[in-house]
């Protein structure tokens, strides 16, 4: 008896290991097709298809994303859309690669930062050939860094509809109090930090600069605008420990511990936001507390600037991009529906919501984007002038893990006021281990493609 | 085969199919990738015990580990240790007592993310006297100024076994039918020969309920080795005072593209749970008593 039920659980094992391999061997199949498929592309031009569509956000995104699949909807009836609302990072990244691995990806699917570590796997689709041949489409009237955060060793993955980068907003009441001009597009890191001394009311828990290093922005920021970087152009090494990136760091962990100007993770309270309640008098983050202050602020005036200079100007820009599957059924139309999510009907729509910078440099500077009535900021236009000195994120091989380790340091520095030589060592040697794994596996990658 | 016998592999055939599909034989599976560096994009590409190798090599494992074992050896003690407590007093037959087993039931049920989220604030040691959490707040009213829970490397892990007794409720569940089960007649009895209160607990109640007592901490040790939401949501200003073998786990699987290193992280999970559970299995001879020997 025992024998026959080991001799079952033995079959169902080999059964299950069988079908394990085939789905492998599915799966690389796949890709071959994938190759096969763009030489008869077109194929799905007369026919109805859908494409699934995957993205994350809240309200306001799906009502954006529907908003523009109705108009899309007007002026293509053979190809219908199936919005996917996911969940935000990390999960979505983790819903993706079970999709893909399944072999049934979503056909569109919006990406950040994560772009080249999926990218360098060969399972997004390389948009230069259906850029190329579409006569209707061109990269040119695009912000050039909103392209190029989404280029990987010259082969475009992805295309933006939104960018926006780190921007300084202060709070125009606190600056009157103390008689303090307010800041412009020319301020410096020495004028924040002087302002800031000013504003800076412990007893009434108001600090002067918002606070600082906590999110990889925020870091390259103040590195940039120093003239440091954390890792080297072509992400191959560690560069934050540079004479000038010790400097940099030296002078956030300065100005947050010695000066006290900006408060450290123990000094922001838990279930209070500190610039909406008018307890900062400069906040350094993203343009999306545009949207946010002009619904949450009513008890100061406030207004925005470009971020803060050191010894140039640095805006580090957020983006996402539309990016298609190497897996996809219908490439030609999925192509359809990442240029019109990104093309110029799309873009007013979003244009008209006065938050994220449209990509398309036309749309961003019509006033359907830049004209906000009655409602602050008043220099909303600083949101065009930042994209002057932007620059995408470090995103290499290793991005979320680099930026882990990096952020760790950071927080040891900055909330533990722990001195920056005796951090420093130790993250170099995570970082190269990290670099290290990053250039073998590229080679890996590298070598696959090249069997292709 | 005897109709007796083929109803039982009919019978347990659900179970068997359940079990080799989706826990045999992705074990099996994550056994093979455990030695592999897979991506779960890529086909994944054999590499022998550099997985094992690198885990043992990297000092996050080590921290994670310890942090994994304080939680184990000081959080579980106290849950089971105060599970008995309260379900000591639960007992008493006093007016109102249905309220008071509701009451310390109830946050059991209200478990997850959202309550960990509350505990956040509670547990907020404020800045310059304000926005101080309910916590600190009520320590400070007996003069006790409370540490600084999350952001202080003492009490990081103390907070997070605090906020996991919240629980409690679900032993003290299992714990008072136990106690209520215990014979009236051996009190008695224990009674008239003078035995004190503690005696009594000792000699009488505790033996009668170890198998739950038992159940519980075998229980509680399983659950505690595999933590993961606790120190996700309220995670030590330096995460590596928080964090436990399953957020490293996570975080390599899928977060960083680590799928072959995070299998064989669990299959080293999977032995020390696995010593612990034989070694708690052993010492249970010695004290838990079932009636029916």
Same mark, same amino acid.
């Given at each position: ?43 799905? =031009? ?36 199936? #919005?996917?609302? #996911? ?91 103390? =008689? ?8 410096? &890191? ?32 103040? /590195? ?6 954390? /890792? ?41 936001? #500190? &610039? ?11 343009? &999306? ?45 999925? &192509? ?55 620059? =995408? ?41 990290? #670099? ?17 | ?36 560096? %897979? ?70 049920? @209200?478990?997850?993310?959202? !309550? ?40 990081? *892990?103390?907070?997070?076994? $605090?906020? *996991? ?7 003290? $569940? ?27 607990? @000792? ?25 993961? !939401? ?30 072959? %290193? ?16 034989? !070694?708690?299995? %052993?010492?249970?001879? *010695?004290?838990? %008593?079932?009636?029916?020997?």
């Amino acid at each position: 008896m025992k024998k026959i039920l080991f001799y079952v659980v033995i079959c169902v094992f080999l059964v299950m290991l069988a079908a394990c391999n085939g789905s492998n061997d599915a799966s690389s199949s796949d890709n071959e097709d994938v190759t096969d498929e763009s030489n008869d592309s077109g194929s799905s =031009g007369d026919e109805d298809v859908t494409i699934s569509f995957s993205f994350w956000g809240g309200d306001f995104d799906i009502q954006r994303m529907e908003a523009i699949r109705e108009e899309f909807y007007k002026v293509n009836d053979n190809i219908e859309v199936e #919005l996917v609302n #996911l969940p935000g990072h990390p999960d979505y990244a983790q819903a993706q690669m079970t999709r893909m691995a399944s072999g049934d990806p979503y056909d569109v699917i919006q990406m950040a930062e994560e772009s080249y570590s999926f990218a360098a796997r060969g399972v997004l689709e390389d948009l230069g050939p259906y850029i190329e041949g579409d006569d209707d489409f061109s990269l040119d009237p695009y912000y050039e860094v909103g392209i190029d955060s989404y280029t990987h060793n010259g082969t475009t993955y992805g295309i933006p509809m939104r960018l926006g980068s780190v921007m300084m907003f202060y709070n125009k009441d606190l600056f009157d109090q103390h =008689g303090l001009d307010y800041p412009d597009e020319n301020t410096t &890191w020495d004028e924040v930090i002087e302002a800031g001394e000013q504003i800076t009311n412990h007893d009434e828990g108001v600090f002067g600069v918002s606070p600082l290093g906590g999110w990889w922005a925020s870091i390259s920021q103040f /590195l940039h605008s120093n003239g440091a970087s954390m /890792l080297s152009e072509d992400y191959s090494e560690f560069t934050m420990d540079s004479p000038e990136g010790i400097e940099a760091i030296k002078l956030m962990q300065e100005i947050v511990n010695e000066r006290d100007i900006s408060p450290n993770e123990n000094q922001i309270p838990e279930g209070m936001d #500190l &610039w909406t309640s008018g307890n900062i008098g400069m906040l350094i983050d993203g343009p &999306w507390h545009v949207l946010s202050s002009q619904a949450n602020i009513d008890s100061f005036d406030w207004d925005m600037t470009l971020a803060p200079q050191g010894a140039q100007p640095a805006s580090p820009t957020f983006s996402n991009a539309f990016h298609m599957a190497k897996g996809s059924e219908h490439k030609e139309a999925a &192509w359809e529906v990442i240029k019109f999510w990104t093309g110029a009907e799309a873009q007013e729509i979003l244009a008209a919501e006065h938050g994220d910078t449209p990509t398309l440099q036309d749309v961003a500077a019509s006033d359907v984007y830049l004209d906000l009535g009655d409602l602050p900021p008043e220099n909303f236009e600083v949101m065009l002038e930042s994209l002057d000195s932007a620059y =995408g994120p470090e995103a290499s091989l290793m991005w979320s893990e680099i930026n882990e380790v990096v952020q760790d340091a950071m927080s040891q520095i900055i909330n533990m006021n722990e001195p920056v030589e005796d951090i420093m060592p130790g993250l170099r040697n995570e970082v190269e281990e990290l #670099l290290e794994e990053a250039e073998r596996l590229q080679e890996i990658y590298d070598g696959d493609m090249e069997d292709k | 085969m005897g109709s007796e016998k083929r109803k039982f592999w009919l019978y347990i055939s659900p179970f068997i199919f359940g079990f080799t599909v989706f826990i045999g034989g992705p074990m099996i599976a994550s056994m093979y990738l455990s030695f592999t560096r %897979y991506d779960v994009l890529t086909p994944a590409e054999w590499i022998g015990f550099d997985n094992y190798i690198r885990l043992f090599s990297n000092e996050r494992f080590w921290d994670v580990l310890s942090n994994t074992f304080f939680y184990v050896f000081v959080g579980v003690p106290l849950h089971v240790i105060l599970g008995l407590a309260i379900s000591v007093l639960l007992l008493r037959a006093i007016p109102g007592i249905s309220f008071f087993r509701t009451a310390f039931y109830l946050p059991s049920i @209200f478990g997850g993310v959202a !309550i960990l989220l509350l505990w956040n604030y509670m547990l907020a040691p404020g800045f310059g006297g304000q926005n101080v959490g309910l916590i600190n707040g009520l320590l400070s009213m007996i003069g006790i100024e409370g540490p600084g829970w999350s952001s202080d490397s003492n009490w990081a *892990k103390p907070a997070v076994i $605090l906020v *996991k007794l919240w629980g409690v409720g679900g032993s003290i $569940l299992i714990l008072l039918p136990a106690l209520a089960g215990v014979s009236k007649d051996l009190l008695e009895a224990a009674d008239i020969d003078g035995a004190s209160s503690f005696r009594k607990f @000792f000699s009488v109640t505790f033996p009668t309920i170890s198998p739950a007592v038992f159940f519980i901490t075998t229980m509680e040790i399983i659950n505690t080795f595999k933590m993961f !939401i606790e120190p996700m949501i309220i995670p030590g200003l330096d995460k590596s005072w928080t964090d436990t073998l399953m957020v490293h786990l996570y975080n390599n699987a899928f977060e960083y593209f680590r799928m072959g %290193y995070a299998s064989a992280l669990a299959w080293v999970m999977f032995f020390v749970i696995m010593v612990f559970t034989l !070694i708690n299995l %052993y010492f249970a001879k *010695k004290w838990v %008593y079932y009636e029916s020997k």
